[in-house]
């Protein structure tokens, strides 16, 4: 990617509103953006798709509203790709369909390579012990009950092993391991008594 536009899409995350740290340009987006470009390797995708949308994907956060940050961001990097970057019109189509798929939502399953390699990149910062992190700080500033975001934790822990295999991920799915073995222990902590 040309300095000059990663330089514009940094200041594009300055926008309206800070995310919450766990999800900050710095702490979250550059890493996604590495792990993509990591996951590149030996893949037939459109490299540079795949490096403008991981780099682009949670722009929407910036910008909240009533659609879901991924609606949002594929919105508000169509019009910045055109309007600032000067893309073309193909090009910008299928970096904002990546950002519009990299979510959870089940029936905005990734369309495209590019788009699955998106989510996978967003997913491995959702995983391990950095990713455990980050899922209890961001809905901790959201008011969750622990109950809750346990419930939540383990069903997203469910769908993305579901989706890293169908995607030929499966590697990657060892770092869920350290998910699981939480909600595990979580729940024999906190079982109802008989
Ligand atoms: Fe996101
Ligand atoms: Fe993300």
Known sequence: MEDDDFRKIKELYEGEEDPVPAHSFENHVLEVYENAKGLLNGREVDEEV??????????????????????KGAEVARKFLTEELDKDEEFVEKVSEC???????????????????????DKMHAAGATGLCRFLLTL???????????????????????????????????????????????????????
Not at 51 to 67: S, T
Request: hydrophobic residues 35%; aromatic residues 8%; proline residues 6%.
């Open 50 to 71: 795949v490096e403008y949308a991981a780099l682009l994907h949670d722009v929407g956060r910036q910008f909240p509203g009533e659609k879901g940050h991924a609606e």
């Open 99 to 121: 950002i519009r798929h990299h979510s959870n939502r089940p029936h905005l399953d990734p369309p495209t390579r590019e788009a699955e390699l998106v989510w996978a990149a």
């Open 140 to 194: 901790g500033a959201k008011k969750y009950s622990p109950e809750d975001a346990v419930d939540i934790l383990e069903r997203r822990v469910f769908e993305a092993e579901e989706r890293l295999n169908r995607f030929g991920f499966e590697d990657l799915t060892e770092e869920l391991e350290i998910l699981k073995d939480f909600v595990k222990q979580y729940k024999e902590e906190n079982h109802a008594p008989d």
